[in-house]
């Protein structure tokens, strides 16, 4: 056989190459030879990986799936009784705000009378004052009326002498300009 630099094919082998250590042959597992010791190997060795995972390792996942499902349904189980709660806050308080707006009308209801109360109360005394302001205002114009009326007679009375006793130098007597104002008064 001629020799062969490493790394290039054997001529005439067309895929098939030799290993640089000299090994000569095919791929072991597809030995016929070798079928029945790799079967046993195959079997041994899938016991004993069952025998392991069966006994040890799926009873650790075993164990921390179960933990873990644990855990997510005790939280799933916390949050509901925490949703539970705030609904239950969520509505004592609901109905406290709807009571405390009804006490809020009924206040303000309740002083809005009050003082609609007092204002028509403080209103009628006002009115009451001022109509005892007026009558008192209404007596002391007639009183003024008066006196003035009778000052006005005697006033008229002393300028009507005055102006005749001017006009004819003589000075009348004050029984006739008395009956004279008295007549012009009247009419």
């Known amino acids: 056989m001629a020799e062969k630099s490493p ?7 067309g895929a ?17 030879s070798t079928f029945a010791s790799q079967l046993v190997s195959l079997a041994i060795a899938f016991v004993a990986l069952y025998v392991i995972v069966s006994r040890f ?7 921390v799936i179960d933990a873990r499902q644990n855990a997510i349904e005790g939280d799933l189980a916390a949050a509901q009784k925490f ?6 806050a969520l509505k004592a308080y609901e109905t406290e705000l709807a009571s405390a707006r009804t006490r809020a009308q ?3 209801n309740e002083t809005r009378e009050k003082l609609n109360a007092a204002a028509e109360a ?18 002391q114009i007639a009183s003024t009326r008066e006196a003035a009326m009778s000052n006005v007679r005697g006033i008229a009375a002393d300028a ?11 000075l009348p007597d004050s029984k006739t300009v008395s009956s004279a104002v008295d007549a ?4």
């Open 7 to 13: 790394g290039t094919p054997a001529k005439g082998t």
């Open 16 to 32: 098939h190459t030799e290993a640089d250590g000299g090994h000569g042959g095919g791929f072991p597992p597809f030995e016929s």
């Open 57 to 63: 390792a799926l009873p650790r996942v075993e164990s």
């Open 83 to 88: 949703k539970d709660e705030s609904d239950a």
């Open 106 to 108: 009924a206040i303000g």
């Open 122 to 139: 403080e209103r009628k005394t006002l009115e009451d004052q001022l109509s005892a302001k007026l009558a008192a205002a209404e007596k």
């Open 160 to 170: 009507a002498g005055a102006i005749v006793q001017r006009l004819t130098g003589v």
């Open 184 to 187: 012009s008064l009247k009419g």
